[in-house]
């Protein structure tokens, strides 16, 4: 079983999922904007995946010039998954966030600093004792700009690591696919399930990106 959890599906084994969406909440519990839009006009979206999206969403919509976050899924196959779908390993997709920002708050390149110093991105198919797929860390840009900048980040952060004598970045950068909102319960948990479970951690190595240093 925790075989199949941590191997990825093929199109023949992945499980069939639903033509139509998961419902979903309106507003987001904490900003109270919109989750699926209309977004302000000039303002940016960035999706990652870090472990278990409780804890990753909040750490996010704590940021300033986060307009609104959301939780779902992505980088799989199964279309508009449930979320005891993708803890088979049956999917492909690995838990994200999704985060609307204002660029002019903050930049792409602070999103990336919370993303790598807020998780451990060298545990391939896992987050601490959360296993499996769903687990991996990722970036999925937008743009070509994003995948530039996070990849430049990438290798800014795997020479930090390695001066801290820490392994290999296993952290998937890929072009976002579909992105599949998770169940209504799930967004805003921990503002909903203040004690809720959160098992994000980082390595305790600072990013060298971001907040206006070049990587």
């Not at 309106?26 to 278990?52: D, I, Q, R, W």
């Not at 980088?75 to 049956?90: F, V």
């Not at 690591?161 to 909102?181: H, M, N, S, V």
Request: glycine residues 12%.
């Amino acid at each position: 079983m925790l075989s199949q959890k941590t191997q990825m599906p093929t199109a023949e084994t992945a499980l069939p999922g639903r033509a139509e969406p998961l419902p979903t909440d309106e507003l987001h519990f904490v900003s109270g904007n919109p989750l699926k839009g209309p977004y302000p006009e000039g303002f940016e979206t960035a999706v990652f995946g870090m472990g278990c999206f409780w804890g990753v969403e909040r750490i996010f919509w704590q940021l300033p010039g986060a307009w609104v976050t959301a939780v779902g899924y992505s980088g799989g196959i199964t279309p508009n998954p449930t979320y005891e779908e993708t803890c088979t390993g049956r999917t492909g997709h690995t838990e994200v966030v999704k985060v609307v920002f204002d660029p002019k708050v903050i930049s792409y390149g602070d999103l990336l600093k919370a993303f790598w110093e807020n998780h451990d991105p060298t545990q391939g198919m896992r987050q601490g004792n959360d296993i499996g797929t769903t687990y991996r860390s990722a970036i999925y840009y937008l743009n070509d700009d994003q995948r530039t900048e996070a990849e430049r980040s990438r290798d800014a952060y795997q020479a930090a690591l390695a001066k801290a004598r820490r392994g290999e970045i296993t952290t998937e950068i890929e072009a976002l696919g579909p992105f599949y909102y998770a169940e209504d319960y799930h967004q805003g948990y921990l503002a909903k399930n203040p004690s809720g479970y959160c098992g994000i951690g980082g390595t305790g190595v600072v990013c060298p990106i971001g907040v206006g240093v070049e990587a």
